[in-house]
Structures are given as C-alpha cells and as structure tokens.
C-alpha cells in the first residue's frame, strides 16, 4: 500500500512525500511536534469557535512556512518530519493538505 503526503499551493504546485520506506513517527512525538510548530510559528486558529483540529493545525503550519519549505531541497528534512507527522496524525495512507482550499484530504 502506498503511504504519502502531497502538500499543495495550487495547480501545478504540488509537493509528494513518499513515505514507504521511511520510520513511522511515534504518535505522541507528533502530536508534540506539530504542537510546538503551530505555537513557534504563531498560528492562529482557524475557526471562529478557538477549536483547532489536527487537520487545522497541518493546514496553519503549511501556511505559515509556505511553500518554500516544502520545494527547496535545504528544508527536505523539515518537511520530511512534517510529511510523518501528518501520516501519524492522521492515519491514512494518503493525505494531501491543499493550503489555498483550507482542506485536508484522505
């Protein structure tokens, strides 16, 4: 079964991360991690209720860094650890975060 996350900034703009043969992250140490880059990163939540779902907090992150971080090979290791996450988190084999629709897809 394939295991990959796609992070998407629009047609054309789409960024693969290929998790087959990668370690899984620990659930735990995801939770912990994406936690500490939504609050490093200043994300705010992204309903009017306050209520951040993990979805949300994958989406604000990708926002906040842009797509940079995901395109350039010097943040490969970053994205690489957010792309885990993400699996983690989420527990679907494909997830494709599409930051302009603010959805998170399985």
Partial sequence: ??????????????????????????????????????????CEPLRLSGKVLTADKLLAVAQAVGEVRFAEAAHRPWAMVYARAASSLLAKPVIKVDVPALTVGY
């Fill in 1 to 42: 079964m394939r295991n990959h996350v796609i992070v998407s900034f629009g047609p054309d703009r789409e960024y693969t991360f290929d998790l087959d043969e990668v370690q899984p992250m620990p659930h735990d140490l995801a939770r912990q991690w994406l936690d500490e880059q939504f609050v490093t990163l200043g």
